[in-house]
Each structure stands twice: as structure tokens, then as C-alpha cells.
């Protein structure tokens, strides 16, 4: 696919409604990290959201558990087209911290979307850090920053059992 066309696909996605679509069905997945009783919204989350989102993609999806035993499950999510492009790397959550029901301005509600003018409203809308790393393979740096994301413990448990 080139550039162009790869730009146009984005922008139709968002130009017709797919892109809000998905969006209210993820926001509407309340994953509170905090909340032991929304642990199962957040397995929810990675594996009848993420998980067949990415598998259309033609991504492998693997979830694992977290060697920590107190936050949430890993979702690995891996494509490769040839061994010699480069390796991108991601990071993002799936949780978030209490919707605060109750809290929010008058008709704006944690799990879902709501749309004013340019702003776009909801939890989860733009509580997502990305860390993407190109080059042949992900190198030991790339790591060092992924370490101060995760925790050094947990990852370094993480790598050890996977």
C-alpha cells in the first residue's frame, strides 16, 4: 500500500464514523485498574475488543497473565510481514483509574462518547501512551524505555516466563 493511499484509508475511517464507532464500543468498557470488581471488563477489553480487532489486522494475539499478580494481563499482539523491515514497537493500556460516575459536567458520562463541536468526551478517549521504536529488531534501548513504563520487576518477570 502506498503513502497516499494509506492517508486516504485513515481518513475515510474517520470520515465515515468507523473511527468514533469503535471508540464509544471501547470507551464503553469500564477497565478500572483500581476497581478489583472491573477485573473482568478489562480481560473483556483485550479479548472480544483488542484482541479481534488486531487479529483482523493480521496481527497473533497472545494475552498473559501479569507476573505481579496485582495489575492487569499482558496483551502481545505480533505481524510480520518480512524479517528484514524494521520492528515497531508498541505500548499502550487498557485501563484507567475510577470512571468517577457522577463526577463528570452535566451530561458527560465516563463510559460514553459524546461529541461537542472539536472535543470528543469520554473515559479512555485520550488516556493512551504509545511508545513506538523503529529499526531491525528491538534493541536493548528500546527495552530500557519500556522498563521505566512497566517496572523493571515486573517486565524483567514478564520476559523470564514468556
Given at each position: 500500500?502506498?503513502?497516499?493511499?494509506?492517508?486516504?484509508?485513515?481518513?475515510?475511517?474517520?470520515?465515515?464514523?468507523?473511527?468514533?464507532?469503535?471508540?464509544s464500543?471501547?470507551?464503553?468498557i469500564?477497565?478500572?485498574?483500581?476497581?478489583p470488581?472491573?477485573?473482568?471488563e478489562?480481560g473483556?477489553y483485550l479479548n472480544?475488543?483488542?484482541?479481534e480487532?488486531?487479529?483482523r489486522?493480521?496481527?497473533?494475539?497472545?494475552?498473559f497473565?501479569n507476573?505481579?499478580?496485582?495489575h492487569?494481563?499482558?496483551?502481545?499482539?505480533e505481524?510480520i510481514?518480512?524479517?528484514?523491515?524494521?520492528t515497531?514497537f508498541?505500548?499502550?493500556h487498557?485501563d484507567?483509574i475510577?470512571?468517577?460516575?457522577?463526577?463528570w459536567?452535566a451530561?458527560?458520562?465516563?463510559?460514553?462518547?459524546?461529541?461537542?463541536?472539536?472535543?470528543?468526551?469520554?473515559?479512555?478517549v485520550?488516556?493512551?501512551?504509545y511508545?513506538r521504536?523503529?529499526?531491525r529488531g528491538?534493541?536493548?534501548?528500546?527495552?530500557?524505555?519500556?522498563?521505566?513504563?512497566?517496572?523493571?520487576e515486573?517486565?524483567a518477570?514478564?520476559?523470564a516466563?514468556?
Open positions: 500500500m502506498t503513502r497516499n493511499r494509506a492517508i486516504a484509508r485513515a481518513e475515510r475511517y474517520f470520515d465515515d464514523g468507523r473511527f468514533l464507532e469503535d471508540l464500543r471501547r470507551v464503553a469500564p477497565t478500572e485498574s483500581q476497581n470488581d472491573r477485573g473482568a478489562l473483556r472480544e475488543e483488542m484482541s480487532s488486531l487479529e489486522l493480521g496481527f497473533q494475539c497472545r494475552i497473565p507476573p505481579d499478580g496485582k492487569g494481563p499482558f496483551l502481545i499482539a505481524r510481514e518480512a524479517a528484514d523491515l524494521p515497531v508498541t505500548y499502550a487498557g484507567v475510577r470512571g468517577q460516575e457522577g463526577s459536567r451530561g458527560i458520562e465516563p463510559w460514553k462518547v459524546r461529541v461537542e463541536g472539536e472535543r470528543i468526551y469520554g473515559r479512555l485520550e488516556d493512551r501512551f511508545l521504536v523503529t529499526g528491538v534493541r536493548p534501548q528500546d527495552l530500557r524505555a519500556a522498563v521505566e513504563v512497566f517496572g523493571q515486573t517486565l518477570q514478564f520476559a516466563g514468556s
